[in-house]
């Protein structure tokens, strides 16, 4: 996120100075694991269209500037299960879906499981389960996208601090709701290294977000490790981005749910699943890196084999994501209750990157003018009170 606000803001003639306590892309936060799945057809709500379709306009442009594919088209399908379902977030997933494709008209269509299985007689689809599909759907190169943008901000005139830690932000006017004029006004940053003063100051720390936003509602706030595991198969032409379009693939309960990623140019040789889990919370410095072998192996079992049984279990890859979710999953992109100067915006809850660019855009636009974009109002904190 802090990225895409820094590549816009940059771009709109702002100054900019960009600060992380690390190099991104890396590691330790949300954006890893090569490539994110992006869908026009936004089942989540109707209000997050006008950034994933403006987001594709926009890494068609990052990619022009950068000479680098940030974005493959390779289309999406989304199973869910015709019975009952535990899990609120993917269980209908398809109807949601469906519904919010053909209000918008977004090409979206249901496949019956028995032509599915003539297109993809590798991939056990059952009966019992329901299937759409969005051919405009594809994978973003979540990591590549972030490197451009601070690259091409850079190039755009921006300051871009890495290795340096923010441990406080001051707002030089309390006041909330424009009530004060505040255009001569200058919020103080203290990082490790230094003192800055910004005309307003946007907080994208991801994971890390309740350590600076103490005015948040912080219990509102959940952090939760997730797994990413790359398997090798055999015949990788069938599991490329030209090949195979990703699967978001639901199941009686959350800890069926598996994401399928095919290979894109370029990317690790073999085939990358994502599960979820919310059962245990962590927070970015007590969170388990590693990923053991039982992991891996019950990962296999529940999730790969079962579904793709050509999938061998030789683990080539695995990663540990951190999700930050507000309780009802939606994100949160709100001015600071303390002040106007400040601004706030994450808890992605595992569905942000696909409107990265564009929230960045309309963020950066909120730092040049001070108004918040209505499109930016369904995420504001009052609704989680
Ligand atoms: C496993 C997984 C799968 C996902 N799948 C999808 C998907 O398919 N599609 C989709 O759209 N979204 C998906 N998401 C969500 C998406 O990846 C996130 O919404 C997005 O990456 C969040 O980015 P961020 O900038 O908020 O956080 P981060 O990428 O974590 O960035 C926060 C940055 O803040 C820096 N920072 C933290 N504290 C400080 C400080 N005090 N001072 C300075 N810098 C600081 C960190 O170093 C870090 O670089 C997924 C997430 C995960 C974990």
């Known amino acids: 996120m802090g990225s895409a606000v820094a590549y816009h803001a940059a771009r709109s003639g702002q100054r900019v100075l960009g600060v992380d306590r690390y190099d991104p892309p890396h590691d330790l936060g949300s954006t890893k694991a090569e490539t994110r799945i992006t869908r026009l057809a936004v089942g989540e709500g109707s209000h997050y269209l006008p950034f994933v379709a403006r987001s594709h306009q926009l890494w068609r442009d990052l990619e022009a500037r950068s ?5 493959h088209q390779c289309g999406g399908y989304i199973v869910t299960p015709r019975g009952e379902s535990t899990d609120d ?11 919010i494709a053909a209000q918008a008209g977004i090409d979206f269509s249901i496949i019956e499981p028995a032509q599915f299985r003539t297109q993809h007689p590798g991939i056990v689809v059952g009966d019992d389960e329901r299937v759409g599909y969005e051919p405009t759907a594809g994978l973003v190169m979540a990591e590549r996208a972030v490197a451009v943008q601070i690259d091409l901000a850079r190039r755009d005139g921006a300051e ?11 707002p030089s006017v309390a006041s909330v709701g424009g009530s004060v004029t505040q255009s001569a006004a200058s919020a103080v940053v203290e990082t490790d290294a230094g ?10 720390t991801g994971p890390w977000i309740p350590e600076l936003a103490s005015t948040l509602d912080q219990p509102a706030l959940r952090v939760t490790r997730q797994l990413a595991v790359w398997f090798e198969v055999d015949e990788l032409e069938a599991f490329r981005t030209e090949t195979l379009p990703f699967f978001i693939w639901a199941g009686a309960s959350i800890d069926d749910y598996v994401g399928v990623f095919p290979m894109p140019p370029g990317g690790t040789p073999a085939l990358k699943f994502v599960s979820e889990q919310f059962h245990e919370s962590t927070d970015p410095d007590r969170a388990e890196r590693s990923v053991s072998r039982s992991e891996i192996d019950d990962f296999y079992e529940r999730l790969v084999h079962p579904k793709i049984p050509s999938v061998s279990n030789r683990c080539v890859k695995a990663a540990v994501c951190l999700y930050t979710n507000t309780p009802d999953d939606h994100f949160l ?24 660019t564009a929230l960045g855009e ?13 499109d930016l109002e369904p995420f504001q904190r009052a609704r989680l009170h």
């Open 160 to 170: 871009i601090h890495t290795g340096e830690r923010v441990v406080s932000i001051t």
């Open 67 to 71: 000479g680098e594919q940030l974005l």
């Open 333 to 356: 992109i709100d001015t600071s209750p303390e002040s106007d100067q400040v601004l706030y915006m994450s808890p992605c809850s595992g569905h942000g990157f696909k409107h990265s």
């Open 89 to 99: 977030r993917w269980g209908d997933f398809v109807s949601a879906t469906n519904t």
């Open 195 to 204: 003192r800055y003063h910004g005309h307003r100051v946007v907080v994208a």
């Open 362 to 374: 309309a963020v950066a636009q909120w730092a040049a003018t001070g108004s918040l974009s209505p």
